[in-house]
Nanobody
Framework: DVQLQASGGGLVQPGGSLTLTCAAS????????VGWFRQAPGKRREGVSC????????YYSDSVKGRFTISRDNAKNTLDLQMNSLKPEDTAVYYC??????WGQGTQVTVSS
C-alpha cells in the first residue's frame, strides 16, 4: 500500500520556521514526482511545491517562493519542506503527495501570535 505520512506541523509565531517531513512507503519513491499542497478552511487547495528526480525540476507557488525549500532523500524515502518567514496566511493543513498515487494524512500548520 502507498503510504505518505506527513509530520512536523505545529503552532509558530509570524516570522518563524518549521520543517515538515513526509515519510513515503509502498512505491519506488525516486520514480515519482512528489510534493506538498495545503488546504485552509474556506479556501481552495493550493499546490505549494513539488520536485521530480528525473530532471531535478522543482516548483514553488508564488506565495511561498523564496521562503520555502523542498528537498527529497531518495535513499530514505523522505520529503522535507523547510518553511521560513512564516506568515499567518500560511496557516493550513499541509499534505504530501506522490504524483498519480495520491496523498496521505496532513499536518496542521498554524502561524499566529
Amino acid at each position: 500500500d502507498v503510504q505518505l505520512q506527513a509530520s512536523g506541523g505545529g503552532l509558530v509565531q509570524p516570522g518563524g520556521s518549521l520543517t515538515l517531513t513526509c515519510a513515503a512507503s509502498g512505491f519506488t519513491f525516486d520514480d515519482y514526482a512528489v510534493g506538498w499542497f495545503r488546504q485552509a478552511p474556506g479556501k481552495r487547495r493550493e499546490g505549494v511545491s513539488c520536485t521530480r528526480s528525473s530532471d531535478n525540476i522543482t516548483y514553488y507557488s508564488d506565495s511561498v517562493k523564496g521562503r520555502f525549500t523542498i528537498s527529497r532523500d531518495n535513499a530514505k524515502n523522505t520529503l522535507d519542506l523547510q518553511m521560513n518567514s512564516l506568515k499567518p496566511e500560511d496557516t493550513a493543513v499541509y499534505y504530501c503527495y506522490a504524483n498519480r498515487l495520491g496523498w496521505g494524512q496532513g499536518t496542521q500548520v498554524t502561524v499566529s501570535s
